[in-house]
Every structure is written in structure tokens, then in C-alpha cells.
């Protein structure tokens, strides 16, 4: 496996992703508090630009006892929605929301010294 340092850490803010291309390869980073987290740009449902969708706090349905809707709220769960067909995947896990088989490609991260490194497939 090859590393590669793409930055120091203090440069990667919350909910702006940093897309980095790597040879051939596209990788998404992604700032989550004072974790960092990378996914291979690339939908697994047609292979669209992921990590350049918006990013939002997922949205759920509150059911009542009776099994009616109490309206709506957002969860703490941060989303990607891919801009090709609106596949949502969680930033945390990389996995969407109705189906956790679906999911992004992770890419191994590091934080050492204060830089940020990416753990590139071989």
C-alpha cells in the first residue's frame, strides 16, 4: 500500500470535502468533527462523482404508537447524496441508509503529526 500526505489537518474543515486525484484514482476526504474520513469518488449504483453532492443531516420519520407519522426531523447522521441520482450515503460509515450492503469504497486514513495521510490501494 502506498501513502500519500494530501494536507495538514487544520486545512480540511467540517462539511467541506476535499477531492483529491491520485493517478487514476478520485478520493473524496472528509472532515466529521476531528475524525477524517475518504471514500473512492464513485457511486456504486453508475459510478457518478459522489463526493462532490451535497451533504445534509438525514431526514426521518417520526412514527407514533398508533403507527401514524408525527412529522419529520433531521437525525445527527450527516449524508453525501450523490449529484447523478440522489443515492445517499452516510459520511461516517460510507453505507446507504435503506440497503448497508450499498456502499461507498472506503480509503484508508492517518493522522500522524498533524498531517493528514491517505493509505492508496495497491
Known amino acids: 500500500m502506498a501513502e500519500i500526505e494530501v494536507g495538514a489537518l487544520s486545512e480540511f474543515e467540517q462539511d467541506s470535502p476535499r477531492v483529491v ?3 487514476g484514482l478520485e478520493i ?3 472532515r466529521l468533527g476531528e475524525k477524517i474520513v475518504a471514500y473512492k469518488n464513485e457511486c456504486p449504483h453508475y459510478g457518478g462523482p459522489v463526493c462532490q453532492g451535497h451533504i445534509f443531516n438525514q ?3 417520526l412514527i407514533g404508537a398508533d403507527g401514524t407519522s408525527q412529522g419529520l426531523r433531521f437525525s445527527e447522521t450527516r449524508n453525501i447524496v450523490c449529484p447523478w441520482h440522489g443515492y445517499e450515503f452516510s459520511l461516517d460509515t460510507g453505507c ?3 440497503d448497508p450492503s450499498v456502499r461507498l469504497q472506503p ?6 503529526d498533524s498531517q493528514v495521510y491517505l493509505q492508496l490501494p495497491a
Open 28 to 30: 473524496g476526504i472528509f
Open 59 to 61: 431526514t426521518e420519520e
Open 107 to 112: 480509503i484508508e486514513v492517518t493522522v500522524r
Open 96 to 98: 446507504h441508509p435503506g
Open 21 to 23: 486525484a491520485v493517478g
